[in-house]
């Protein structure tokens, strides 16, 4: 996989954590060794303009994913195609206010987002009540196997 991550804030990230992460997720996904995905931090500034731009909302976010070869989960017979996942842009403000609130460290919540914005980048979504069940339903799955692995390391 190549994974590249680049925090643009002063927030510190624990970036070899979301690596570990990206891996161990796109790999419960079927998606090739081959794809490439990148993951931007950046302030909330930044955000609030991306959030305005490509969703047309004010207010920073906490997580927005830009899809490039729209590809979906693999199986266990038949992987994804090697191609370019997209960008995952995540605010760590918001994410540690959001932490805060959950009751959970700020690392875990970027943990939860980075799965999040994967997941939006192979076309999982959560407009309507079904496809949040789904979708919501295998992050939860992808957090839980990330939490033991990172226990067993």
Known sequence: MSIEINNETTIPVDEAAIQRLAIFALDQLHVHPD?????IFVDEGAMEQLHLQWMDEPGPTDV?????DELRPGTEDAMTPAGLLGDIVICPQVAVAQAETAGHSPLEEML???THGILHLLGFDHAEPDEEKEMFGV????????SL???RR
């Open 112 to 114: 939860l987002l980075t």
């Open 35 to 39: 794809a490439e995905l990148a993951i």
């Open 149 to 151: 692995a990172e226990r």
């Open 139 to 146: 992050q939860r799955d992808i957090l839980a196997g990330f």
């Open 64 to 68: 927005l994913s830009f899809p490039m």
